[in-house]
């Protein structure tokens, strides 16, 4: 399989705004061939990265979800937005929703206003007439399958909008981990029984009837990369915008709260130059983001990386972000074996340094 382009956009920081929204549009229009798969009428439902209320970076820009909006609806599509919060936010059982609203979180976020009428809470559905069930060939880690929201079937197109993070408990939150807002929560107990910290969402779960049962894969990072393959058909682009990143824990601001008090809080980098990448094809997109994370790894503050360190000493995926080549992480050898996509053919690079281009060509070259 040849590997797909991956475009990306350097962006010289402007308070307002008007150069991230130029390069949005730019990407975005080049990784489509200019939606040359749009037609009118069409409805196409974008997925955000929407795991909390926290604000970007820990969520999706808000720019990414109206600028690409606009694009759409000009050319005559029936555009939604729809994501289900993580459980500590959202939890939904069979009787119903148990606490939450994915919708608050997208107002409260800063993604979207009380106006916004477009915008589809997943678990508002219905736990049987608003899921599906998915499985296929390219699913072994999911032996009984997994629930995920009819949206999906509704689509004619998917758009996925994650943010650059690490993530506590997977290493990173980047594409493939966008893809778990779409499961229905007992699929989302399934997958997390068989990662690290599994006490802390069977916390999360309380008052609910959602079970936690550890098979015994340890295919935590393989559930996670096969929720992709009930949208493969569909998923049109990825998408990041980068003006700021999350390199240490994640996917929220902070592990814990203590009411106003936030602990172990994410080490936030100011990206320079910001950026814009996407690609058609979701692992070339996860492999240039994956070595993103490398390079800004590199230069975190001793005292926050010894912090985080220290905090997740007891789960071996964060060093293996650092530790293992990108081509060979879980997350990206999984994608090819089921036939998600590739390591990037070519790298389309717009105002961005050669030192920075060569740095993270070597992390995607190293075997």
């Not at 049987?128 to 997994?146: L, R």
């Not at 910001?274 to 997109?285: C, I, Y």
Request: charged fraction near 25%.
């Amino acid at each position: 399989m040849i590997g797909e382009k991956v475009f990306v956009e350097g962006i010289e920081h402007k308070d307002d705004n008007s150069s991230l929204r130029v390069a949005i549009k730019d990407v975005f229009l080049k990784s489509t061939n200019n939606l040359e798969w749009l037609s009118k009428g069409d409805l196409v439902l974008l997925k955000p990265a929407l795991n909390s209320d926290n604000p970007y970076p820990s969520t999706t820009h808000p720019f990414a979800i109206s600028v690409i909006s606009k694009i759409l609806s000009e050319e005559g599509a029936d555009v939604i937005i729809g994501d289900q919060s993580g459980l500590g936010h959202v939890v939904q059982d069979t009787i119903g929703v148990i606490r939450g609203n994915t919708r608050d979180n997208f107002i409260k976020s800063g993604m979207g206003n009380a106006e916004d009428n477009n915008f589809i809470s997943f678990e508002t559905r219905g736990w049987n007439k608003g899921f599906i069930h998915h499985y296929s060939d390219f699913t072994p880690s999911w032996p009984n399958g997994f629930y995920v929201t009819k949206c999906i079937e509704k689509a004619d197109h998917i758009i996925s909008l994650p943010r650059l993070s690490t993530h506590s408990q997977a290493g990173v939150t980047l594409g493939f981990k966008n893809m778990v807002g779409i499961l229905r929560d007992d699929s989302r107990m399934d997958f997390h029984a068989n990662g690290p910290f599994n006490n802390f969402i069977k916390r999360e779960a309380r008052g609910s009837t959602l079970k936690s049962v550890d098979d015994g894969s340890g295919t935590f990072i393989e559930k996670i990369v096969e929720i992709s393959d009930s949208i493969k058909e569909k998923l049109r682009v990825t998408l990041f915008v980068a003006t700021k990143a999350q390199s240490t824990f994640g996917p929220n601001q902070s592990e814990f709260k203590l009411g106003k008090l936030e602990i172990a809080k994410a080490n936030i980098v100011n990206l320079n130059p910001e950026m814009v990448f996407a690609s058609k094809d979701q692992v070339a997109v996860e492999a240039f983001a994956f070595a993103m994370i490398k390079d800004i790894r590199n230069n975190i503050p001793p005292l926050s990386k010894i912090f985080s360190n220290l905090i997740l000493s007891s789960n071996k995926i964060i060093n293996q972000v650092d530790e293992i080549p990108v081509r060979k992480q879980t997350f990206i050898q999984h994608a090819i074996n089921i036939g998600l996509g590739n390591m990037p053919d070519q790298i389309i690079y717009n105002n961005i340094p050669i030192t920075l281009q060569k740095r993270l060509g070597k992390y995607l070259e190293e075997t």
